[in-house]
Each structure stands twice: as C-alpha cells, then as structure tokens.
C-alpha cells in the first residue's frame, strides 16, 4: 500500500549486492529483512559460482589461478585435489559435530609418499574479494600451519576429476596441514589472487 515502500523493495530485488544499502536509505524494520535475505542469497549464490570457477582453475595446469598457486606450491603437479572436504577444528576430534567444531576448506590438494600414505595436505578456500574473511574455524586451521588437522568428512575415495584415490581418506584421520590459502577474486567472479 505504500508506494515509496515499494520503491525501495523493487530496488532490493534489482540490486541485491546494495540491498543492505538501499535499505538503510528506505529504514523501517521490514525493509531490513528483506535487504538481508536478499543480500545474502545473492552473496551465497555469487560465491558458490566463483568457488565452481576457481575449482575448474586448478583443475586446468594452464589457468592463471593454476599457475599462480603453483608459484607458491612447487609439487603442486603432484598433488591430488579434492573440494568440499570438512575438518575438525584445531583441538577437536571426531564427531565434532556441534556449530563452531568444524569448517569446510572447498579445495585441498593432497600428497602421497612413495607408499601410498598422505604425507600431508595443502588447503585452499575461495573468497569473493581479498576483503571477505575466512572463517573462524579456517583462521584457526591457517595458523596452526605444520599441525595436523582431522578429517570430519565420510571416506573420500576421489578427487575432485572423479579419480580414485591411491588411499581414501578416512573420518577421524589425522593429516598434516603443510600450508593455508586464501584464493581471492575481484568481486566481480574474476580470480586476482592468493594470499
């Protein structure tokens, strides 16, 4: 009923990345809501988008994300990458399932030692821009560097090209975390660093 209401929700639905903006401007507790929620879906839905490009990077030896991860990780031509792998954050063990216990690193690139044991693990998470943070439990893994971290997730027995792994890894197994990586895009869905 009110068409100055409406103005600012039909701008929310055309302008979801400015919604918390255009909402504040508008003010009124509905409008917060809906610019949130809007806000939000489009974030989540950007970043799964960049995290599906950036994994087709380095699944590509030629890519720029590629070979600007390799700078950092010479033997990474040697290692299996696999996404969507969950861990328990520093300190915590199987189930750890409570909130807060475990997160989520979309990529982590696997060595194996000369008898099929993981020698350790690289992680590397995908954020919109250089500003977005990683989460508690990824700050937590990115600074216990050189420790190990355990495997929350069920049995991974591929990586992230559909090949079998040599040695699947096992929930409750513990791997040691060599390395963290924040691959970072420009926040238009365009790779632009590591960090």
């Given at each position: 009923a009110d068409p100055e209401l409406f103005r600012y929700y039909n701008d929310i639905v055309k302008e979801p990345l400015n919604a918390l903006d255009i909402a504040k401007e508008g003010g009124g507790t509905l409008l917060d809501k809906v610019s949130r929620s809007a806000f939000f879906r489009?974030?989540?839905?950007?970043?799964?988008?960049?995290?599906?490009?950036?994994l087709g990077e380095?699944?590509?030896k030629t890519s720029p994300t590629y070979k600007k991860l390799e700078e950092?990780?010479?033997?990474?031509?040697?290692?299996k990458v696999l996404s969507q792998v969950q861990f328990c954050i520093p300190g915590k063990s199987t189930p750890?399932?409570?909130?807060?216990?475990?997160?989520?690193a979309d990529f982590v690139f696997v060595k194996y030692d000369s008898r099929n044991r993981i020698n350790d693990i690289i992680v590397a998470d995908s954020k919109l821009s250089q500003n977005t943070n990683l989460t508690g439990g990824q700050e937590l893994a990115q600074k216990g560097i050189g420790n190990n971290l355990v495997i929350r997730s069920?049995?991974?027995?591929?990586?992230?090209?559909?090949?079998?792994?040599?040695?699947?890894?096992?929930?409750?197994?513990s791997v040691k975390n060599s390395a963290f990586y924040k691959v970072y895009g420009d926040g238009k869905g365009n790779f632009s660093g590591i960090e």
């Open positions: 489009e974030i989540t839905e950007a970043g799964n988008v960049f995290e599906a490009k950036i380095l699944l590509d950092l990780v010479p033997d990474l031509s040697e290692r750890c399932n409570e909130a807060g216990e475990y997160f989520i069920t049995i991974i027995s591929q990586d992230a090209n559909k090949v079998d792994l040599v040695t699947p890894l096992q929930s409750g197994a």
